[in-house]
């Protein structure tokens, strides 16, 4: 009589379980969506903290403007000093120690020779000279009056050079092109020379109001 030999049956032969429940479909797809929605979050989360804790990216410094707030030199300002007799000396003595220590935003800065006769502010450097000559002008030469000052002003090409034309002795005043509206900068300096610079006589008729 033949014996049977039973073997362990393999997963293969194992019938589902009548009782097992199935996977509800509408779990699984809920399941999906939640993750598809959290990856993002977590990844956009991650980047924000990431960003938070980098140093901040330096900005560029704007460039350097005439009128900008920038290094400004305080060296002595080279002027000539030309001798001068005995009252011109006495009247640019007493304009230079009526002169304020500013002109607008540009302060008083020394110069090279003449500290009797000159003065200096800002850089580039507006510039006051006292006891040169007076300039000759034509009946067609555009003068102006700033504070009770008759000035002649010559246009070149890096400065305008102003020149007092009624008062005992000359005063003249060098605005570089770096500095807009060249009368603009003249009032303080026109008080100055009121208050010590005698008045030369009867002003040109272009400067009678």
Same mark, same amino acid.
């Given at each position: 009589?033949?014996?049977?030999?039973?073997?362990?049956?393999?997963?293969?032969?194992?019938a589902?379980?009548?009782d097992?429940?199935a996977?509800?479909?509408s779990?699984r797809r809920?399941?999906?969506?939640?993750?598809?929605?959290?990856?993002p979050v977590?990844v956009? #989360?991650?980047?924000?903290?990431?960003?938070?804790?980098?140093p901040?990216?330096?900005? !560029?410094?704007?460039?350097?403007?005439?009128s900008?707030?920038g290094?400004?030199?305080s060296?002595p300002?080279?002027?000539?000093?030309? !001798?001068?007799?005995?009252r011109p000396?006495v *009247?640019?003595?007493?304009? #230079?120690?009526?002169?304020?220590?500013? @002109?607008?935003? %540009?302060?008083?800065r020394?110069?090279t !020779?003449?500290?009797?006769?000159?003065?200096? +502010?800002?850089?580039?450097?507006?510039?006051?000279?006292?006891?040169?000559?007076?300039?000759?002008?034509?009946?067609?030469?555009?003068?102006?009056?700033?504070?009770?000052?008759?000035w +002649?002003?010559?246009?070149?090409?890096? !400065?305008?050079v102003?020149?007092?034309?009624?008062?005992?002795?000359? @005063?003249? #005043?060098? *605005?570089?092109?770096a500095?807009?509206?060249?009368?603009?900068? %003249?009032?303080?300096?026109s008080?100055?020379?009121v208050?010590?610079?005698?008045s030369?006589?009867?002003?040109p008729?272009?400067?009678?109001g």
């Amino acid at each position: 009589m033949d014996e049977k030999t039973s073997s362990p049956e393999t997963p293969t032969d194992v019938a589902p379980s009548a009782d097992r429940p199935a996977v509800d479909r509408s779990t699984r797809r809920a399941a999906l969506w939640a993750t598809l929605v959290a990856v993002p979050v977590t990844v956009a #989360v991650a980047g924000f903290t990431f960003a938070k804790l980098s140093p901040d990216t330096p900005v !560029a410094a704007p460039d350097p403007s005439p009128s900008s707030a920038g290094p400004r030199s305080s060296a002595p300002v080279e002027m000539p000093a030309p !001798a001068l007799a005995e009252r011109p000396g006495v *009247v640019c003595r007493a304009l #230079v120690s009526q002169l304020p220590a500013t @002109v607008r935003d %540009l302060a008083q800065r020394p110069v090279t !020779a003449g500290a009797e006769q000159n003065a200096a +502010y800002g850089d580039p450097a507006l510039t006051v000279a006292c006891g040169g000559a007076e300039p000759t002008v034509d009946a067609t030469d555009h003068l102006w009056t700033v504070n009770r000052v008759c000035w +002649y002003a010559d246009e070149r090409s890096d !400065a305008t050079v102003l020149t007092t034309l009624d008062r005992e002795t000359a @005063v003249t #005043v060098t *605005v570089p092109r770096a500095y807009e509206g060249a009368l603009q900068w %003249l009032s303080p300096i026109s008080d100055a020379v009121v208050a010590s610079v005698p008045s030369g006589g009867d002003s040109p008729a272009g400067c009678r109001g």
